[in-house]
């Protein structure tokens, strides 16, 4: 439920999305900040916490040379329909296509990733998703730049294999949308 609320969903989103009442959501929500030590709900889009399982939390901090942005690691486009989308992208583009996960659809796109979304009207523009090592030191380093982050790196996504998403998403000059993603590989145990 946390990774929701870091990634702006609303309770009654939340409610929805897991099959239970409103209220259900918001103990669960009051319960999180308590355990946190936050003092409200809007906190913990700020919080720069990872679960213990998580691969972050288990990792060792590699970014020691400067901040490098890039490359490129996702593009996010609307689409009206993701089925026929899917179709047009991987048939006559011939796209890889990686995975679909609802209305959500993802293609290789000579390393870059597409990302597809199923909207009924055009979503604002397109997202670029700037890849970095670290994702916790990019966020730091970007901070003290001046970046404002909507929210402190969340998980988006594990998939099947634990690899994870994390993403921290801001906005240039004009106010469109940026973000910041890394993806983490679970430790190797051996």
């Given amino acids: 439920m946390l990774h929701f609320i870091r990634h702006g969903l609303s309770n009654r989103q939340i409610a929805r999305r897991f099959g239970i009442s409103l209220d ?24 720069r916490g990872a679960p ?10 590699t970014m020691t040379t400067p901040l490098d942005l890039g490359p ?8 009206k329909s993701i089925e026929q989308s899917e179709a047009w992208y ?3 583009l011939g796209l890889k296509h990686l995975y679909t ?3 959500l659809s993802f293609f290789d796109c000579g390393g870059t990733r597409l990302f597809l979304e ?7 523009e397109s997202v670029l998703y700037l890849r970095v090592g670290d994702i916790n030191r990019a966020y730091d380093e970007l901070c003290a730049r001046g970046v404002e982050f909507d929210s ?20 240039d000059l004009e106010g469109r949308l940026l973000a910041i993603m890394c993806q983490i590989a679970p430790p190797s145990r051996g």
């Fill in 152 to 171: 402190a790196p969340h998980l988006i996504h594990r998939h099947a294999d634990g690899l994870e998403e994390w993403m921290a998403f801001f906005k």
């Fill in 118 to 124: 199923q909207a009924d009207a055009p979503l604002p």
């Fill in 101 to 103: 996960f609802g209305k």
């Fill in 24 to 47: 259900a959501v918001k103990f669960h929500v009051s319960n999180i900040v308590a355990k946190l030590g936050l003092e409200r709900r809007a906190a913990l889009r700020r919080w």
């Fill in 72 to 79: 490129l690691g996702q593009i996010s486009r609307s689409v």
């Fill in 52 to 61: 213990k399982t998580s691969a972050l939390s288990q990792r060792k901090e």
């Fill in 90 to 92: 991987s048939e006559v």
